[in-house]
């Protein structure tokens, strides 16, 4: 969103160390704001309850104002990403938003939103919907600024610095992937629009509203507010939902805002909405926002897909009639909100949704492979960051660690090796060769190189005795990722999915891996500190559970191969990677 948050918004100061009424200081990230409003009858819609245009508002500035602490300068609104509304807001109820940095690119950076409702005559809370955004910083003479690096200090804000990264990488390829699925064959022979006669014509839920930017509108940089630029395309989009389904409709979701020019004071806004499709149970109705001055042509400022359902007096979620495309440009949205709701069911069940709600292995295709490696990569980092592991065992500087959480058994197996920490991300990162000093892995094929970051194999382990004899096998992700900044470690992802060519096969037992893989932080130029996780699975916890009851030192010796396997090849082909494996970037 092209605009700059007034400063003359009050919000509560941040220092770094706040102190408790017993005097104790406790760390706060420098670049947290919070914001807490009542919410009045001038802020709710015809229920009673908190117009979502409003939220964004408020969303939105103090997003901005979190920000502008780190920077130091006006910032201005590049996207909002999809938010999730969990919950309604009523009025005389309390809304609480905070908002911090997560990190900083180099003339951009993510900040984390989160909203809560707190009900004073309950003393209950809930969380109403979260979302991320990107802020660019520009100087007041135009032109963007670089930023200075965001140094995390806490174990959470290290997880969110990381998972940073792989967010923006997901920003980055979504237009790639829309392409891929809408020129993917059989995606389009699954959908089609035809026998619709008795479906709603688009046409018919067509709005368009145009607005007058006045001075109130905008911030103190004269640029039109971001937040009521949303406010006013969350209002023409719902019109458009109501004209579908004769009733009022529930915001759902919102996908991206992605803000393409500024807008000023005396421009003239023009909001257009129209119902994209229909599905089942929701809609998606696409909006746009364009500027004009006088006889100028129209500038896009902004554009979003929002998604609403209707529910019944319980609360459930009501048949919504189809939608018969208008001809050409119609039909193209048409097909495009079939790619992005499959996109959007596929984030929320991989990313979305609880491990324990979700079978482990989810099946893997084109059109979702970049959420599943987000997946991977921030399940493991997340693993990684626990700071409850307890030491098992140890020998000879090999340390056995495990974590019990939510009837979850966790372990990892730790030590330092003398060897580049890149050489031996190079070296693990290839499971073809763990054969050569694993003893878990019989057999390891490679299936298919998807990029330079993800490769899937089959792997083959040994037969076990609570297997009935049977050998096992496994289809595993592995993901990759360098260092994104010095102090960064090298992060080798594994996680089970399914896949059609690859189904499970007579005289072998199908495994699965819910979160495996290395961690390998650089200690020193030739030492590099190599930690192992595992969250096990039944399947995989045989193979460990010896180790964990203290009668066998297996896990040791496995390790010991392992070393030998990386000094071994500690300078072999340095310069020339292995055909299975592209170079590191």
């Not at 802020?43 to 901005?64: F, I, P, Y």
């Not at 009521?228 to 409709?249: D, F, G, K, Y």
């Not at 990029?451 to 990759?480: C, E, H, M, W």
Request: charged share 25%; hydrophobic share 35%.
């Amino acid at each position: 969103m092209w605009r700059e948050a007034s400063l003359t918004e009050s919000i509560s100061e941040t220092p770094k160390m706040s102190r408790h009424q017993n005097g104790e200081e406790e760390y706060r990230n420098p670049t947290e704001v919070k914001k807490s409003q009542i919410v009045m009858p001038c802020h709710a819609n015809h229920r009673q309850e908190l117009s979502v245009g409003e939220l964004l508002k408020w969303m939105d500035s103090t997003a901005c104002l979190s920000a502008e602490r780190h920077a130091g300068c006006p910032c201005v609104t590049a996207s909002v990403d999809d938010i999730h509304f969990e919950h309604t807001i009523g009025v005389g109820q309390v809304v609480n938003i905070k908002a911090k940095v997560n990190r900083a690119f180099n003339t951009s950076m993510e900040v984390g939103i989160v909203v809560s409702c707190e009900d004073l005559f309950s003393d209950s809370h809930w969380r109403v919907c979260q979302a991320v955004a990107t802020f660019v910083s520009q100087r007041t003479t135009g032109g963007k600024v670089q930023l200075r690096p965001l140094v995390p200090c806490t174990q959470a804000e290290q997880v969110e610095h990381s998972l940073a990264a792989e967010r923006r990488r997901m920003r980055l390829v979504h237009a790639d992937i829309m392409k891929d699925l809408l020129t993917n064959r059989a995606f389009q022979q699954g959908q089609n629009c035809n026998g619709a006669e008795k479906a709603v014509p688009a046409e018919r839920t067509r709005v368009e509203s145009v607005e007058l930017v006045l001075p109130t509108h905008a911030n103190h940089q004269v640029n039109t507010f971001g937040g009521q630029i949303m406010a006013w395309m969350e209002n023409v989009a719902t019109i458009a939902a109501s004209r579908l389904c004769n009733a009022h409709p529930t915001l759902q979701s919102i996908d991206m805002f992605h803000f393409r020019g500024p807008s000023h004071v005396g421009d003239r806004l023009v909001l257009k909405a129209i119902v994209n499709n229909a599905f089942k149970n929701s809609m998606e109705v696409g909006v746009c926002a364009e500027a004009y001055q006088g006889e100028e042509p129209l500038r896009h400022i902004n554009s979003a897909f929002m998604t609403f359902e209707v529910r019944d007096r319980e609360g459930k979620p009501c048949t919504l009639p189809r939608i018969r495309p208008e001809p050409l440009e119609g039909r193209r949205r048409y097909q495009e909100a079939i790619a992005r709701n499959k996109i959007r069911l596929d984030r929320k069940y991989i990313i979305s949704c609880k491990q324990t709600e979700v079978p482990l292995s989810v099946p893997w295709d084109l059109s979702n492979q970049v959420y599943l490696s987000y997946n991977n990569v921030s399940a493991l980092k997340m693993l990684a960051a626990r700071n409850n592991w307890l030491l098992n065992s140890e020998k000879n500087k090999v340390s056995l660690y495990i974590l019990e959480q939510k009837q979850v058994l966790s372990f990892k197996v730790e030590t330092e090796v003398d060897i580049p920490a890149e050489r031996a991300f190079m070296l693990l990162s290839d499971l073809s060769k763990r054969v050569e000093w694993d003893p878990n892995y019989e057999r390891c094929e490679l299936i298919l190189r998807v990029d330079d970051d993800d490769v899937l194999y089959r792997v083959v382990t040994p037969s076990i005795a609570n297997q009935g004899g049977k050998v096992q096998d496994f289809i595993l992700l592995a993901s990759r990722r360098p260092p994104c900044d010095s102090g960064d470690p090298y992060v080798i992802a594994l996680r089970s999915v399914t896949l059609p060519t690859h189904p499970p096969t007579e005289g072998y037992n199908r495994g699965e891996v819910l979160c495996a893989g290395f961690s390998i932080l650089e200690v020193s130029k030739n030492i590099s500190k190599i930690s192992y996780f595992n969250q096990t699975s039944p399947e995989v916890l045989p193979y460990i559970s010896t180790d964990i009851a203290g009668l066998s030192s297996r896990f040791y010796g496995i390790f010991c191969t392992c070393n030998i396997f990386l000094q071994e090849n500690r300078c072999d082909h340095a310069s020339t990677p292995s055909p299975n494996h592209p170079p590191p970037h």
